[in-house]
């Protein structure tokens, strides 16, 4: 009986112990599942979330570049309703019609034969120069005539030998009436420094640079009488480097090649013509200086001086050499031209005709008489006295 319970409680103690120490399987894997579905979860959470984050990334760039194309859409679509370049380029076609008239060459011909003059030079007692006579053009309402150097000289050598040895006057009209005095307002000293021994010379030749002389109407050779508070001109055209072979041209001056001293003082008529620039020429600077203007019946002596106007009513140049030929057709006229003159003018200057014009000729004229001309006509009378 004492062994049956003994077996008993042995049996019992065992299984008391394996209760205690006994562990169940299942417990573990459950809570390992937990925790990696717990991870998978936030992966998938992080995931989500960076696919958010990259979705409204994309979607605020996708709004920013939409942003910045309606930015852009909207200056394209404002730019064209703009009306300031199409108002612009209007009257800028407008202006550019206004700005070159078409004048007839009638009208031209009018307008410059008002304002050429012939300048005629005798002497009291003949023998030692014969009448000279060449043309001129008003460039100023206040009288200042633009004329050659070689027709101007006789002003500065009006005393010599005897006091008024030489009367020059200034003529206008067709035929030919003294109206008006004059005196020189400037006469090209490089000129008459290059050119002084021309003035004894039957036939004198030159290349026409630097043939400029400026005059100033002083008077009437009628003392009872007035001058006129405007006189009638043309325009200086200083542009010389536009003129162009082909360019259409007025000519017009006082031509005496074939006619007598009697004739040139009574019977001097303006003669004009419709011609163009055959060929254009520079003195040494590879500026238009001189240009052709062809043949025609104001190639003669006389003309010199006389106006070359364009198609805009501007002066251009002035007449200053002609070839010889038998006939004025066959002869070939030059001007020297207004760019020409003006820079020729800075050359003895230092300031430009512009700036004459703006200032007072008539003591511009008072200068130039009393501290220049002196040594210019001693130039000219040495020349004279080797006869």
């Not at 019609?97 to 005629?120: D, G, H, K, M, W």
């Not at 002389?213 to 009628?222: F, M, S, V």
């Not at 030059?334 to 008539?362: M, P, W, Y």
Request: net charge negative; proline share 5%; glycine share 6%.
């Amino acid at each position: 009986m004492k062994s049956v319970l003994y077996i008993i409680f042995i049996l019992i103690i065992v299984v008391f112990f394996a209760l205690v120490s006994y562990e169940p399987n299942e417990v573990t894997p459950q809570v390992q599942d937990t925790e990696l579905q717990a991870v998978q979860v936030l992966e998938e959470e992080v995931t989500i979330m960076s696919e958010i984050t990259e979705s409204q990334l994309v979607e605020e760039k996708q709004e920013i570049v939409m942003v910045e194309e309606e930015a852009e859409v909207v200056v394209e679509q404002t730019a064209p309703v703009k009306p300031v370049p199409e108002v612009a380029e209007e009257p800028a076609q407008e202006v550019v019609v206004e700005e070159v008239p078409q004048i007839s060459f009638t009208t031209i011909n009018e307008v410059t034969r008002e304002a050429l003059v012939n300048i005629f030079c005798t002497t009291k007692s003949g023998g030692l120069f014969k009448p000279v006579t060449g043309s001129g053009v008003v460039i100023d309402e206040r009288g200042i005539i633009l004329t050659n150097a070689h027709v101007a000289q006789y002003f500065l050598i009006e005393d010599y030998v005897t006091e008024d040895f030489i009367n020059c006057v200034i003529r206008t009209g067709s035929p030919a009436k003294p109206l008006y005095t004059a005196k020189p307002l400037f006469i090209s000293p490089s000129w008459i420094k290059a050119n002084a021994n021309g003035i004894i010379q039957q036939e004198p030749k030159g290349t026409g640079e630097d043939d400029y002389a400026l005059l100033l109407i002083t008077g009437r050779t009628d003392p009872t009488k007035t001058i006129p508070d405007k006189f009638s001109f043309i325009k200086p055209f200083y542009d010389s480097g536009s003129i162009t072979k082909g360019d259409n041209v007025l000519l017009a001056g006082y031509p005496a090649g074939f006619l007598s001293g009697i004739a040139i003082s009574k019977s001097l008529y303006i003669s004009s013509s419709v011609t163009q620039v055959m060929e254009v020429f520079t003195f040494k600077e590879g500026t238009l200086d001189l240009f052709s203007i062809g043949g025609s019946v104001v190639a003669q002596q006389g003309s010199s001086g006389g106006a070359v106007v364009n198609d805009r009513n501007e002066l251009t140049g002035i007449i200053v050499t002609s070839s010889v030929a038998e006939t004025t057709g066959e002869r070939d006229l030059r001007a020297i031209a207004i760019g020409h003159i003006n820079r020729s003018f800075v050359k003895d200057t230092g300031f430009n005709l512009q700036a004459l014009f703006s200032s007072d000729v008539s003591a511009q004229a008072d200068i130039f008489n009393e501290s220049l001309a002196p040594a210019l006509t001693q130039l000219l009378e040495n020349e004279l006295n080797k006869r």
